[in-house]
């Protein structure tokens, strides 16, 4: 060969060397990947270089990214789609209720009183008994004796004499006490019901241990005077369990980043601790809840936007203005059918919401307000759009509605118009969708009950979510809820609502992200964004409605690492 030729030669393979991308540290290959980016909305094959990733393309793009230290997935054919964010959940919330009794598979009232009379044979004397997940509507008969449904607190008192109990009901909305827990709170039958809640009461004017919204927080105290025994140094790490058991469970079920509804300041003290130490399980978007006091003073200094591969983002305030509707806490603008006496409850002054509004426009934050009835809902859009146009120049504020579960007709197209994201959970609505024409009557159930496709259709960001510990954390469960609205026994909620199956991916993963200001970073498998992604064992895109169910997660990716794999091999 002569000179001139192998100086071409070599002058070819120095530009291949140049071309060449660096060697990824993770390729996935010989999948279907959905990406939810309308540039490419399918590919085969996605190359993750750090915490990135780096390109996604047909297995011959991606192979040129495979080096001798790149560890390559052969996906054989399964599903891989953005990382699913979890839209309304409290991440405490969650950890907390892996760590007392769960109610959420008893049968009937009968069962919990078992649940709890276990617990006490093994608790000290005076230790609280504690549990989260009953819902009066789920059980397979209604006990007796009971007011609205809800048995009397004299049921537990037999098995359970010398520990306070405290069951809270599967909305959080309500919690059901013992007699001793009572005693404890200073609850008789002359405590007068706190503004936006209600000590329910027998036919004799006794309280039945069922307390609605606010009235909760009496029996709280009580136990955060038992709580106030614990060293700092046990509450911290009793708090760290939560934070491990919460992530443990979510990233299980392939969710990768949570939009965690309502944390102390504290609570984010202990988050940007774990935040620092690399410890926290998965990306955390925290919705502050704080009196307004607090918030006008400290959330300047707790605003952190992430950067990099940090997993910890504080940018939002959370408020309630309602309570739910399976415990008759939803502010309606007309009677419940099932209780004529009652239209719900207002949980805050509106003055109170209007402050709060206030507060966050003013330091940039996005206000984020759970509202569940019609009433509740058409409220906040009204201090909403108040707040924005008395502030024309502030642009771009994503404030969400969160459940906005039932809506007038009149109100449905102000989400678009006033740009009021709905931050919802399919899930809810198969959940709910048995008793909700109980509650409030065929024709409102009809036109404004989870009105997810009358919201799209107008123009209007809808989100998904479970609102866990309330429901199971699994986007699996609520995917397949928005596609089929079917429930429990096989009949369809209303499905002329429902999303399609693309709706429904892009309302777990892109839709989400935007809701947090984060559609840049995370919500689709596009290069640069941060590298979350989760495998599924099914194509959830193209099954048969009834095997979305059985789905499980093969794998959950944060930040290009492995955090889960099927059968931990």
């Known amino acids: 060969m002569s000179t001139s030729r192998m100086l071409a030669l070599g002058s070819l393979l120095l530009v291949a060397a140049a071309c060449a991308p660096k060697p990824a540290d993770l390729v996935l290959r010989n999948g279907k990947i959905v990406t939810v980016d309308p540039e490419r909305p399918e590919a085969q094959a996605v190359a993750i270089s750090g915490y990135t990733i780096a390109a996604v393309g047909t297995n011959d793009e991606i192979a040129r990214y495979v080096g001798p230290n790149t560890q390559v997935i052969d996906l054989s054919g399964q599903l891989a789609i953005p990382g699913f964010i979890e839209g309304h959940g409290h991440y405490l919330g969650l950890g907390e209720a892996k760590m007392q009794l769960d109610l959420t598979t008893a049968k009937n009232w009968d069962d919990i009183v078992a649940m709890v009379a276990a617990a006490a044979k093994q608790a000290k004397p005076g230790d609280w008994i504690r549990g989260r997940g009953w819902h009066q509507e789920k059980w397979d008969r209604v006990p007796r004796p009971n007011v609205e449904g809800v048995p009397l607190h004299q049921s537990l008192d037999r098995v359970s004499s010398n520990n306070p109990v405290s069951l809270t009901h599967a909305s959080g909305h309500a919690g059901f006490v013992n007699g001793k827990a009572l005693e404890l709170a200073g609850i008789t039958r002359s405590t007068p019901n706190p503004r936006g809640g209600e000590i329910v009461k027998d036919a004799a004017g006794n309280p039945t241990g069922l307390l609605r919204e606010t009235a909760q927080s009496l029996v709280g105290r009580a136990m955060a005077e038992a709580r106030a025994n614990m060293t700092p140094g046990e509450v911290e790490a009793r708090n760290r369990e939560a934070v491990r058991l919460a992530g443990a469970d979510a990233v299980s079920k392939g969710v990768t980043s949570f939009h965690d509804a309502g944390a102390s300041f504290g609570t984010v003290d202990l988050f940007k601790k774990l935040d620092a130490q690399h410890a926290l399980p998965l990306r955390l978007y925290v919705m502050v809840r704080e009196n307004d006091s607090v918030l006008a003073q400290q959330v300047d200094q707790y605003r952190t936007v992430t950067q990099g591969n940090a997993f910890l983002t504080v940018r939002a305030i959370k408020i309630t203005i309602d309570g739910a509707l399976g415990s008759h806490g939803a502010w309606m603008l007309a009677p419940y059918d099932d209780l004529p006496t009652s239209t719900g409850l207002n949980t805050i002054p509106l003055e109170r919401l209007q402050r709060t509004a206030e507060i966050a426009i003013q330091h940039g934050y996005q206000l984020n307000t759970h509202a569940i009835g019609d009433r509740g809902n058409r409220e906040v859009l009204n201090v909403y759009e108040a707040a924005f146009q008395a502030n024309s120049d502030k642009k771009d504020v994503r404030w969400r509605i969160e459940h906005a579960q039932h809506i007038d007709p009149a109100d449905q197209s102000r989400f678009a118009r006033l740009g009021v994201i709905a931050s919802m959970q399919g ?41 866990t510990p309330v429901e199971d954390v699994s986007p699996l469960a609520s995917f397949y809820a928005t596609v089929t609205r079917k429930t429990v026994d096989g009949s369809l909620f209303y499905p002329e609502q429902k999303m399609t199956r693309e709706e429904a991916l892009k309302s777990y993963t892109l839709n989400n992200a935007y809701a947090a200001f984060e559609e840049n970073l995370k919500g689709s498998i596009t290069p640069g964004k941060l590298a979350d992604l989760t495998v599924l064992s099914r194509d959830i895109m193209t099954v048969p409605d009834d095997s979305i169910p059985g789905t499980q997660v093969v794998y959950t990716i944060i930040g290009g690492q492995i955090k889960y794999r099927l059968g931990g091999s």
């Not at 024409?437 to 107008?458: C, D, F």
């Open 427 to 467: 899930v809810h609505a198969t959940s709910d969708g048995p008793w909700v024409p109980k509650r409030i009557g065929e024709q409102r159930s009809r036109e404004g009950a989870y009105v997810w496709r009358n919201l799209m259709n107008a123009g209007a960001i809808v989100t998904n979510g479970t609102d």
